[in-house]
């Protein structure tokens, strides 16, 4: 089984996509012209806690129900439609090969045998998927996503209940990042639901992929983002022998939230989807348009 979090050709990808995150779902709609229309169904506390285990969906009808609601707002003529879901959900590593066979078939046996150490749960019927970031005659460097079987199904089940017909399944981050129109080296925070990633990317290269879980309490929330925080700058720092122009945000409350965590004065903290390119009369929380707007980007 596999599913697909890049795909080459963009005519490939649907124009409907919707986000599952702990507070919503954010649905958005690519229009003839290009527009983006968009939508949003508050969840509340705990009916989604993403996770590697079952259920991520805690209340299924309270999470069908947002998800029809939000997706019915934009009226699509096309069912079809890209999930994104939360980073905690599934597993993202870049892993360095020998040689990896050129036919799918053939490559993830290899991949999920690599797998097997490297994660916490079975692969055998886990949703995998890879792309090749770099190839030489001595290594091949590879981003492999990698989601729990059962976990997959909940998500694809939610989204056919509310009579809509799942397609690319992405995780939170690699979704926001295909949106990012950067071809310097950039740093992404991501915060979604219990979970905060940090990303550095260089041109189409993911450098950085790192998701760490987030205690409940507040405090314990902000130390554990800007411990995240320092430790990606550091090695943006050894890896690229420079600074971050700026730090990207996604998540909640916008790059004012990160700014409150962080008290980095000396970086400039910025919304990866800007409130200008949200597009007008936007009723998505601030901060939350990234993962949609990656999906219908790449």
């Known amino acids: 089984m ?6 080459p050709v963009k005519v490939q990808r649907p124009r409907l996509a919707c986000d599952l995150t702990p507070e919503g779902v954010v649905a958005a709609r690519l229009g003839d012209a290009e527009q983006t229309t968009t ?5 509340f506390s705990g009916a989604l806690i993403p996770g590697l285990k079952t259920p991520n969906i805690v209340d299924k009808a309270a999470v069908v129900a947002a998800l029809k609601r939000a997706l019915d707002a934009l009226e699509p003529r096309d069912k079809r439609l890209t999930i ?32 097997r150490k490297l994660v ?4 055998d019927d886990a949703a995998i998927s890879y792309q090749i970031m770099q190839q030489t005659t001595e290594e091949i460097r590879a981003l492999v996503t990698v989601i729990p079987h059962a976990v ?13 017909e799942p397609g690319v399944v992405l995780p939170s981050t690699l979704a926001s990042l295909a949106g990012l129109v950067q071809s310097e080296p950039a740093l992404l925070v991501n ?20 998701t760490i879980e987030l205690p409940g309490a507040q405090a314990q929330r902000d130390e554990e983002i800007r411990h995240a925080v320092t430790v990606s700058i550091a090695y ?7 600074v971050p122009d700026a730090v990207f945000y996604a998540g909640p409350g916008g790059s004012q939230e990160l700014v409150r965590v962080l008290e980095l004065e000396q970086f400039r903290i910025r919304d990866l989807v800007s409130a200008a390119n949200a597009g007008n009369g936007n009723t998505v ?7 949609v707007s990656g999906a219908l980007a790449s």
């Open 120 to 123: 916490p749960f079975d692969v």
């Open 285 to 291: 929380p601030k901060g939350l348009m990234a993962g």
């Open 39 to 43: 939508a949003f169904a508050p969840l």
């Open 2 to 7: 596999t599913f697909n979090f890049l795909i």
């Open 191 to 210: 915060q979604n639901g219990n979970s905060v990633t940090t990303a550095i990317t260089r041109g189409d290269e993911l450098l950085l992929h790192r």
């Open 236 to 242: 943006f720092e050894d890896t690229l022998a420079s």
């Open 84 to 115: 994104v879901v939360p980073d905690a959900a599934a597993r993202v590593l870049i892993l360095d090969f020998d040689t990896l066979p050129a036919k799918l078939a053939e490559a993830l046996p290899v991949i999920r045998f690599r797998l």
């Open 152 to 164: 997959l199904v909940e998500y694809e089940e939610a989204v056919r209940l509310a009579g809509y």
